[in-house]
């Protein structure tokens, strides 16, 4: 008997971060948060704390089809969002994850450095994300440092990259939390040529989690049925009050307090 209806169930594929700041548990707490369940499968193992990351291990291809079969046979997916994938092999196996999952949301956030700067994945990594899954995502949420990357612009403004990668992607969000002006600028981007402006207060200090929690929080408002631009604002919010609130419990970076 189901005494309650079910939260909304969002698919995580994303690496382990044993700080507690970022990948899965920044996955799930943010989830809960929004009154989601989630369903975290892990792509990957790091060994880092808040300050970096000292090494990483991709799991085996079958292993993470594995979780996700799992969870796809059991479970009602109602959004799926991506994390560190590491591995050219990974992207491959997303493919193949959202072949089984025709129509549901994807929210893919391109993890190929940690908050500290430390690689979670070589470039080739980024440009294999751009090919084979921005075509699948309903949306893409770099920064801009990631953006850059992944459009091949070392030095490209927000709008110059967008203009590459909104040829790979439905829409993109190009977070501006890595400059230095006083305000965050955040630009969502439609391939139509639509665009939305988000300027939120910068907050002192360096985050380690932050792109995951918005990236979640996103999958998790598309997963509960919020218009694309209103989840992208809910989760900008969401995050920036996570971040204001945030911790330092190491020696490193602030940890957003999402709970
Ligand atoms: N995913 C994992 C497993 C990580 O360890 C990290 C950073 O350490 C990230 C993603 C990206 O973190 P951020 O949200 O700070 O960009």
Not at 123 to 129: L, M, N, P
Not at 216 to 242: H, I, K, Q
Not at 248 to 259: D, I, S
Request: with cysteine.
């Amino acid at each position: 008997m189901n005494r309650y209806p079910s939260r909304p169930v969002v698919l995580c594929l994303s690496g382990h971060d044993p700080s507690g700041g970022a990948g899965l548990q920044a996955d799930i707490e943010a989830l809960l948060a929004q009154g989601c369940h989630a369903a975290p499968a892990i792509t990957a193992l790091t060994v880092q704390d808040t300050v970096d990351v000292r090494d990483f291990r991709i799991l085996d291809r079958a292993w993470v089809l594995a979780q996700a079969d799992a969870v796809i046979g059991d479970l009602p997916v109602a959004a799926v969002k991506l994390g560190m994938l590491g591995s050219l092999e990974m992207v491959d196996t997303v493919v193949e994850i959202m072949a089984r999952l025709p129509g549901v949301p994807l929210v893919c956030d391109p993890v190929l450095r940690a908050g500290g700067g430390g690689a979670l994945g070589k470039d080739e990594v980024g440009y294999a994300i751009r090919e084979r899954l921005l075509p699948l995502c309903r949306i893409a949420t770099p920064n801009l440092p990631e953006a850059r990357i992944l459009a091949e612009l070392p030095d490209g403004s927000a709008d110059a990259c967008a203009e590459k990668l909104l040829a790979h992607c439905e829409h993109l969000l190009i977070t501006g939390g890595h400059g230095d002006e006083r305000e965050v600028h955040n630009r969502l981007y439609a391939r139509d040529g639509s665009r939305h402006d988000f300027t939120c207060a910068r907050l002192p200090g360096s985050y380690h989690g932050s792109g995951c929690t918005l990236a979640s929080t996103l999958a998790g408002r598309l997963a509960l049925g919020e218009e694309l631009a209103s989840a992208v604002n809910s989760a900008l919010d969401y995050t920036w009050r996570t971040l204001r609130d945030a911790e330092q419990p190491g020696h490193g970076q602030y940890v957003p307090r999402r709970l």
